[in-house]
């Protein structure tokens, strides 16, 4: 199993940035998705999280409005629009697959930077 983020970098407050998670290593479609994040010296927390077909999705409050996850099962990969970032929202953020009760993964995350 391998999880590949990209998309992250330095942005000012206001603004977006789109990550990706490319998946490969396992069925990518059939199982549930997530994004979390970690900043410094802070518990790893999560963002969003996606279901296999993407009928449904859910939020962090700090998040709920600014973000959208989404998901190409096509292509293996999964995405996180992130819009209006806010100071705040600076985090290594990682892709996070949970493949039973005693297999999951984790990608080797991508920094995000939100300042002026």
């Known amino acids: 199993v391998q999880l590949v983020e990209s998309g992250g970098g330095l942005v000012q407050p206001g603004g977006s940035l789109r990550l990706s998670c490319a998946a490969s290593?396992?069925?990518?479609?059939?199982?549930?998705m997530s994004w979390y994040r970690q900043a410094p010296g802070k518990e790893r927390e999560l963002v969003a999280g996606i279901s296999s077909r993407s009928g449904n999705t859910n939020y962090a409050d700090s998040v709920r409005g600014r973000f959208t996850i989404s998901r190409d099962n096509a292509k293996n990969t999964l995405y996180l629009q992130m819009n209006s970032l806010k100071p705040e929202d600076t985090a290594v953020y990682y892709c996070?697959?949970?493949?039973?009760?005693?297999?999951?993964?984790w990608g080797q995350g991508t920094q995000v930077t939100v300042s002026s």
């Open positions: 290593g396992f069925t990518f479609s059939i199982y549930y």
């Open positions: 996070h697959a949970k493949l039973s009760v005693n297999r999951a993964y």
